[in-house]
């Protein structure tokens, strides 16, 4: 048993956020499964952008896609999802013992399409169609413009992770989306049973920008705040999750849109390494954490029992007082919703740039 196991204990599954082909080939990540008790593992276009971006691991299939004269785009799209194909075989074994709770691997859309809903839903049926494996998961973010295909690839039974939410009243229209999506789903004739989704909230970066503005403002009140706003508004969405997944208007034999702790490590060298994890664990939840943070569990410890039942109280106080000293809470969230996108956006631009000379 490790502390990992214990988390699980508590009801939070451990996802790796992160994917490499060296993990694959290597044997690394089955052996983190057997070592460190992960049950799944997502990705975004960073991670991809790194992982392709450095060493040889790649090569041999870029000299195939540049024979072949695969554009740029498709060319980088073929290299991720035979990662993530490989991947979900790995955690076959995991999927079907958990009955698909677990297992997971996650791939995301082209970010540079997040404010397209059409273009959207059509990658994220392509992808789902080349992956080909019950146990992916397609990443979409939760932009006003993609929350409809959200509910649109659930209504096919796609397994979805919503990525990229910061506020609560975000969150509610997301789960307002899975909602109808499973409907739809049961209404044509999916087994509403296989349909799983995430919905992934981010934890460090709402207090890296909220730290920043608190430092601003300088007082003795504001800098007292620092390091709790990504908790509060944690809690204060998993109580937003008890809340509406407790009343029994799902379809029937329809799962759960499971709460999922993204942006787990800590950017401040001053924070416990493992705050966002034993700060957050409870019932119904996943915690994707990068390894560092992982080992950083295994090593520490530190958990408390269930520290989300029962936290909104205290968390709305610490909204209260982050109001009162003078955060402009609508403003933090539109700055980190736009540079989530633009930042994924980036990466994939350095990807794309990284590829070029390669493939072309």
């Known amino acids: 048993m490790t502390y990992i196991d214990d988390l699980a204990e508590l009801g939070t599954s451990t996802w790796l956020d992160d994917l490499s082909r060296n993990r694959i080939t290597s044997g690394n990540l089955a052996e983190l499964l057997d070592t460190k008790s992960i049950v799944g593992v997502t990705t975004n276009p960073t991670i991809f952008a790194t992982a392709m971006s450095s060493g040889t691991a790649y090569d041999e299939q870029i000299a195939e896609l540049k024979d072949k004269g695969a554009g740029l785009d498709d060319g980088v799209y073929a290299m991720m999802i035979d990662d993530v194909r490989d991947a979900c075989d790995i955690l076959a074994p995991v999927h079907e013992s958990t009955n698909g709770r677990d297992g997971r691997v996650s791939i995301e859309v082209d970010p540079r399409l997040s404010l397209d809903h059409d273009a959207t839903l059509a990658q994220a049926r392509e992808l789902w169609a080349k992956v080909d494996r019950p146990n992916v998961m397609i990443k979409i973010p939760a932009t006003p413009e993609s929350i409809p295909a959200i509910t649109d690839a659930l209504a096919e039974g796609i397994n979805v992770n919503v990525t990229l939410i910061f506020s609560v009243a975000r969150y509610r229209a997301v789960i307002a989306a899975y909602r109808e999506g499973v409907k739809r789903a049961a209404d044509n004739g999916h087994d509403v049973s296989r349909i799983h989704s995430v919905a992934s909230f981010f934890v460090s970066r709402v207090d890296t920008e909220i730290d920043r503005r608190l430092e601003e403002i300088g007082?003795?009140?504001?800098?007292?705040?620092?390091?709790?706003?990504?908790?509060?508004?944690?809690?204060?969405?998993?109580?937003?999750?008890?809340?509406?997944?407790?009343?029994?208007?799902?379809?029937?034999?329809?799962?759960?849109?499971?709460?999922?702790?993204?942006?787990?490590?800590?950017?401040?060298?001053?924070?416990?390494?493992?705050?966002?994890?034993?700060?957050?664990?409870?019932?119904?939840?996943?915690?994707?954490?990068?390894?560092?943070?992982?080992?950083?569990?295994?090593?520490?410890?530190?958990?408390?029992?269930?520290?989300?039942?029962?936290?909104?109280?205290?968390?709305?106080?610490?909204?209260?007082?982050?109001?009162?000293?003078?955060?402009?809470?609508?403003?933090?969230?539109?700055?980190?919703?736009?540079?989530?996108?633009?930042?994924?956006?980036?990466?994939?631009?350095?990807?794309?740039?990284?590829?070029?000379?390669?493939?072309?």
């Open 219 to 360: 007082s003795e009140e504001a800098l007292a705040l620092r390091g709790k706003a990504g908790i509060a508004n944690a809690r204060r969405a998993y109580a937003v999750f008890q809340e509406l997944f407790g009343r029994d208007d799902l379809p029937e034999d329809a799962n759960v849109q499971r709460p999922l702790w993204a942006s787990t490590g800590v950017k401040n060298p001053d924070y416990a390494a493992t705050m966002y994890v034993s700060e957050l664990a409870g019932p119904d939840t996943v915690n994707t954490m990068p390894e560092k943070t992982i080992d950083a569990v295994l090593e520490q410890g530190g958990l408390h029992g269930d520290t989300l039942t029962g936290t909104v109280e205290e968390a709305e106080r610490v909204f209260e007082q982050l109001v009162a000293v003078g955060i402009d809470l609508e403003d933090v969230f539109a700055v980190l919703e736009r540079e989530g996108v633009e930042k994924f956006v980036t990466s994939w631009n350095e990807l794309l740039e990284s590829m070029k000379t390669q493939l072309q």
